[in-house]
């Protein structure tokens, strides 16, 4: 299974969503991959932290492989690092990734990325992080997924947003990826007490669109599970944040 959580918004909760549930998943014995296409890198830090060996290979160096003639370039393996959680795997982000974008567009290299993953058969699930934006990355990952996650972070703006997100994603799946779906929209960040939150969620439903069941409130324990770059399910396995995240994991099986 392949998923990618996407939202052209930024401080949705994208590397969030996707660190925790891809740790859940290697939890529970899955071998699980990691792919970071965000230039920010945030996904890479969040997983390898500050180990004393950084990752040997970034989706930078896979990119840039690709712009060559060579036929072993479009292999994905050699730039899989491992996490200091088992059955844990991830290919790490680079800055470098900002100025590959003109030369893979013109290239026309946006196929690469499923090819590659398509390959990986003895990976159980893999989450693909994607930066903020509907560009070369985004679009890459949305034809090379299976499931599309998309965060909301139930704000007005955000909303509005959503609409045009849908239809985006729609028209790559008409277009390059007939397999791909919209698994269902993650609320993120939600205050159940609050006003605008239930009203945002109320109607969004009653409009029929795809919002899963568990709420994801907003806690400062995900804040320290950055600082330390711990997921959750390791740092704190019975917090109510880490506990609405495994409740997550279990509907999307």
Do not use: W
């Not at 660190?19 to 998943?25: D, F, G, Q, R, T």
């Not at 568990?214 to 770059?229: F, G, N, P, Y």
């Amino acid at each position: 299974m392949r998923r990618v959580v996407f939202n052209q918004k930024g401080g949705v909760g994208k590397t969030t969503i996707v660190c925790n549930l891809a740790a859940i998943s290697a939890s529970r014995g899955r071998k699980t991959l990691v792919v970071d296409l965000d230039p920010q890198c945030n996904t890479s830090q969040y997983l390898l932290g500050s180990q004393d060996t950084p990752a040997p290979s970034s989706m930078a160096d896979f990119f840039e492989g690709t712009l060559g003639r060579s036929l072993k370039a479009a292999d994905l393996r050699p730039h899989i690092a491992p996490t200091p959680f088992d059955n844990l795997h991830v290919v790490a982000a680079h800055p470098d990734l900002e100025h590959l974008i003109v030369k893979l567009e013109s290239r026309q290299k946006i196929y690469k990325l499923r090819n590659a993953l398509s390959k990986l058969s003895d990976y159980d699930e893999i989450y693909i992080d994607t930066p903020p934006a509907l560009n070369f990355y985004s679009r890459s990952a949305l034809i090379a997924a299976d499931r599309c996650l998309i965060p909301f972070d139930c704000d007005d703006f955000a909303r509005q947003a959503l609409y045009t997100l849908t239809e985006n994603i729609e028209e790559i799946q008409a277009d390059h990826n007939e397999d791909l779906s919209i698994e269902g929209i993650i609320v993120n960040q939600f205050q159940e007490r609050a006003n605008l939150p239930q009203r945002l969620v109320k109607e969004l439903t009653e409009e029929g669109m795809p919002i899963l069941k568990t709420r994801l409130a907003s806690s400062i324990k995900v804040k320290e599970s950055h600082d330390q770059s711990i997921p959750l399910v390791y740092l704190a396995p019975s917090h109510k944040i880490s506990k609405q995240f495994q409740d997550l994991y279990r509907s999307l099986k």
